[in-house]
């Protein structure tokens, strides 16, 4: 039997995060990668309520918590700061959610992209903007529900890995709380290459998912297992690994055990699988161009 | 060494001269020059600090404070509405207590539209934390760079150090720039706080109760009270180093006056030959140059304008619903003085229309003839 | 330059807000007061095997490639693996956790190679029964058993067995290409090397049975079932029509076979051993005749798959009415039947349907459609109900220190539940002997919902361990473990077998065996994966210090969430009990 390795934790007990919160889990996976040395740029997310209030933090290593929009060129001034110190191998991470990453934040991050500047950047996704109660935002998918999308949202998620793809960085992925072991390859060998590194984190949230507070992990699974949220990666915004073949569970094993779903119409839910299936494809053909290009 | 210069590229020259570890910024019409001064240094090895050409003024000023939390020399340059779009950063700089130093230009806000001098843009900025000077022309810019960066570092606050668009940044005067020697020396190494350290992790910037907020404020406030020590200082400093310095107040022909004149930056320049020429036509009247703005300095006014019995305050600005906000901020200093002076406010320049010798001599005229001083600014005009 | 006059403003420590503190301070665990019960329990195979054999742990074993403690582990419950994992009806299988995903561990597969690779010897439980010798009387599965147990408990045994050679239907029953001989004297030696004798040729009858009774603690009494039960229809005494217990015992009458038509009367396995030993015997049609349908069929579905490999025919939904012909068969007339709503033993009653009878021309029939116990003790001895030696739930009959089980008792009539039957025998008569009551332990052994139970759960207690209790994590945490279908179990083909009457089922390599039992999950037994701790977004789970022990939740930060249960594959962390 495979047994997981003993994490070394970075973050303190103690935090502020809803119980069974899928953020927080990933957040503290992410920290068990990264290690002591690092600087870790917070804003305004779930991330930041999780990391806890005056005098107390949980993130355990020097840390900032800045503006909602802009994680990105906050952590790239750090880093160009201590590189100018001579403190180049203290690698600097920002966490921000996808309101931060996919909205308001997405011009910073596009330019900090775009200037390749040396920061690991990672959007814990829970799909609304939670912390602030669960307001749509461009990371809901169609027909999801929440507090300012009551009758379904009627927009599509944004494609964020294909825009940061388009950029042409060194290094994005996908990675979910439910692959641990994936996950920290992911973490580390974003800190071994240097550049804009963007890690799509999908993090289930109980509250606003209407889920039960022991299913963030399992839901996790099954976004992966259907391929609503494949784990692959893109190297220099070209090349595509898929990393995971999962077994192509139908998207209702997913969608059935959310409260957030549980308007959808069967035609819905077809459209819905219509579209990952599509996705998919569009995916595993990008993928196999990848392994032919590189012969 | 002496050139004949811009004022833009005054700054450059000031700048790299201080060697800022890290420089954000964005391009913006009447900034521009500076910008790619800058870059063109950086690129050539001239300045060894790292510019980031952000893509926007809002991400320029986060990168900075960042920058300047981590413990760097950072710098950067805007105007207007990339002044405008920093604003949130802004008080994050400032409530985070950056040493981050800024060239602004003072250039018309849209809207609607306009690309001249106007000082509405960074007066707009006034309660956000920084501190403000207002400069004269090419050289006092140029010298207010270096001395700000010692001022921001000793204080714990930024400053913003203020040149107007056309008049300073885009005309040639003759400027002195010192050698690097000689700013190396009244300018050591930044020994700025090292926020982000490894063996004394900590997260700055959490949330904070009201209490607290309230507590930190009040040290903000006492910091800025402490600002006008350090600045006084500073200048006399470099007056010693260098040859040049500025006071905190400048007034002349106050003795016998019957109004003095009040003005900022370049139509104090204009102003000094209106009231030569006043003078020499027997006009009693003084002219009192106001150029550091935050932190205020109340008692080096009154000490300047206690006893005048009639001010008129001309500048290139409107708070929209009162008045010119130097001439609101004149009057507040004064409110408390035993026989407060009357004070008229003039508005003139505007969207950067001209300011005159002739122009500002009618100021004078007018205001001397008042009877009765209006509480609202007195419209000018000028001419395009 | 001023000297700094007012430190706070300036103090770059007191200026700005910088947490420094960690998060540790704040009791998150006092936001609820529900916790996670670290418990371990038995797995759906032990609890379903009449056995309660340690399946997991035997896999476990064996996953590692140690196939000496994955033998020694399936000896702690039984003494014949060898046998159970050739000839078992697997229920164990049928429960596996992993049947619905990726499909049933090859559980019996597994437990043969544990015999096969494997070497241990039985463990001694106590030598508390030293002084309370026990005759056993009957050395089939059940009698076997017993003895095993008894042994381990320190009981002299004692085994009767009336035939030449010990193993009763292992060896006069179960024909060899399913179960070889060497392989039932090589497991049965491991019952005398603990000590038990053995006495062949040696019937024990009502007096005997007295006389035992009077010089020992207790006997357990198993003469099986292979009485043969006639049908009763007209020409079963014809030359020809042989019972199904007589075929399977004689290799002249299986010579006879040779070159004929053969029918087979009969469902069970019986029927199927008989046909396919007639068709070895180089019958050149063998058809099975059976009153119900396929589906109803009382024969392991193993069997009939493979008989139906073999090319033996089957005739269902047919009775037989009469055996036709002078002196020798030479047809059977069968009587069409049909399914009648009305149930029989909880199963639907077939009977005579409309249509004409049909003939079928045989050279020779074979009776196996039911075996009794020999009528030797029906006298009175002790209590008898409808055919079988009535006992209570602990294998007591009616005349005291009398126990009996297997076939003769009221069981289902297989190797591993003559088996269990021997195994309750041996505790309740060890019980008994040493003066203790079988309702006081019953909650610590069963397994389930129980009759199986633990021997070792008697004598050796384990913390934290619930065997009333049964891992069954559901459909999503088993969907997170990694899927592999079963290794294909490797048989010699259908014809081959037929032509050589070799053993049939071939079993796993080693290196098959242990890609099959690290299929196994370990269900119910905490195998230290630390999924518990990766997954809990608190750090709240403590590991053990060292391997084997129990991993515990931080109260104090525990928000009780259930994400460990959750992710756990083995069922043993469970959700929420409010402490």
Known sequence: MNALLRPTEIMSPGQMSCPGCGLALGMRQVMRAMGRRCVVVVVPSCVAVTTGPFPNYTLGVPAFHSAFEIAAPTAAGIRNALIQQGQADIPVLAFAGDGGTFDIGLQSLSGCADRNEDIIYVCMDNEAYMNTGIQVSSATPEFTWTGTSPSGNTRRKKKIMEIMAAHRMPYAATASPAFPEDLERKIKKAKSIRGTRFIHVLAPCTTGWKIREDMAVKVAMLSVETNIFPLYEIEDGLKYTINYRSRRLPVERYLEVQGRYRHLKPEQTVLIQNEVDRSWEELSARAERSVVSDA | MRKFITGNTAVAEAVRLCRPDIIAAYPITPQTPIYEKLSDWEDSGKIKGKMMRTESEHSAMAACLAASLTGVRTFTATSSQGLALMHEMLHFASGLRTGVVMAAVNRTLAAPWAFWSDQTDTLSQRDTGWMQVYCEDNQETADMIIQAFKIAETVLLPMMVILEANFISHFMEPVDIPSQKDVDAFLPAVALPRRFDLENPGYVSPTVTQKQFEAYRRRTSDAMTHALAVIADVDEAFGKAFGRSYGIVEITGAEDAELVLVTTATITSTARVAVKELREEGVKVGLCKLRLFRPFPVQAVKEALKNIPKIAVLERNISQGREGIFCSELKSALINCTRPPQVQGYLAGIGGTNVDPPLIKKVVHHALALKTFSDGPVWMGGDA | ?579
């Open chain 3, 1 to 579: 330059m001023p000297e700094i006059t007012c430190p706070d403003c300036l103090d770059p420590e007191q200026v700005i807000p910088i947490s420094r503190e960690s998060t540790a301070v704040f009791k998150t665990g006092s936001w609820s007061s529900v916790r996670p019960q670290f418990s371990e329990k038995i797995s759906p195979c032990r609890a379903a095997c009449p056995l309660g054999n340690n399946i997991s742990a035997a896999l476990r074993a064996a996953a590692n490639g140690d196939f000496d403690a994955a033998l020694a582990a399936f000896l702690e419950e039984t003494p014949l693996p060898g046998i159970c994992g050739r000839v078992c009806y697997h229920p164990c299988q049928d429960d596996c956790n992993r049947k619905e995903t990726d499909g049933e561990l090859q559980i019996r597969a597994l437990e043969r190679a544990a015999s096969d690779y494997g070497n241990a010897a039985p463990q001694l439980l106590t030598d508390a029964g030293r002084n309370s010798p026990v005759a056993v009387v009957g050395s089939g599965p059940a009698g076997l058993s017993c003895a095993y147990h008894l042994a381990r408990m320190g009981h002299p045994v004692t085994v009767y067995e009336s035939a030449e050679i010990p193993g009763g239907l292992l060896v006069r029953g179960i024909p060899s290409f399913r179960l070889p001989e060497k392989i039932v004297t090589k497991e049965l030696s491991r019952i005398w090397d603990l000590g038990v004798t053995l006495k062949t040729g040696t019937t024990i009858d009502p007096a005997g049975l007295k006389k035992l009774l009077q010089v020992h603690r207790a006997v357990f009494l198993a003469p099986g079932a292979d009485a043969h039960q006639p049908l009763k229809v007209p020409g079963e005494l014809l030359a020809g029509v042989v019972p199904g217990i007589d075929f399977l015992r004689s290799t002249s009458l299986q010579q006879k076979a040779k070159g004929i038509n053969v029918a087979v009367v009969g469902g069970g396995n019986s029927a199927m051993d008989a046909a396919r030993t007639a068709l070895r015997a180089g019958a050149i049609r063998v058809t099975v005749l059976y009153r119900r349908t396929l589906n109803e069929m009382p024969a392991f579905a193993d069997e009939v798959k493979e008989a139906e490999a073999e090319g033996i025919r089957f005739k269902t939904l047919v009775a037989p009415m009469a055996f036709l012909g002078k002196e020798r068969v030479k047809a059977v007339r069968l009587m069409p039947m049909k399914m009648s709503a009305i149930e029989e033993d909880g199963r639907l009653r077939p009977i005579p349907s409309e249509k004409e009878p049909i003939e079928l021309a045989c050279d020779m029939a074979v009776i196996a459609a039911g075996q009794q116990p020999a009528g030797l003790f029906m006298d009175g001895l002790f209590r008898w109900r409808s055919g079988r030696v009535e006992v209570d739930a602990w294998h007591r009959t009616s005349r005291p220190g009398l126990y009996a089980g297997g076939d003769a008792s009221p069981a289902r009539a297989s190797v591993v539940d003559a088996m269990a039957t021997g195994k309750r025998a041996a505790l309740s008569i060890h019980l008994a002997s040493v003066n203790r009551r079988v309702h006081e332990i019953e909650s610590a052994v069963t397994l389930g919902k129980g009759p199986a139970f633990s021997l070792t759960a008697f004598f050796h207690a384990q913390e934290r361990w619930r065997p009333d209790q049964v891992a069954r994590p559901d459909g999503i945490t088993l969907a997170m473990a990694p899927q592999h279908p079963p290794q294909p179990l490797p048989h010699i083909d259908a014809c081959r077998a037929v032509q050589t009457g070799e053993e049939v089922a071939r079993g796993y390599s080693t290196e098959a065996a242990i890609q099959e039992a690290q299929r196994c999950l370990v269900c119910g037994t905490c195998v230290g994966c630390n999924r518990c701790l990766v997954f809990c977004p608190e750090g709240a789970v403590i590991p053990p210090d060292d391997a084997g022990g129990l991993y515990l939740y931080r109260d104090e930060y525990c928000k009780g969430c259930g994400l460990c249960a959750s992710v756990c594959l083995r069922g043993v962390m469970e959700p929420g009990g409010v402490e």
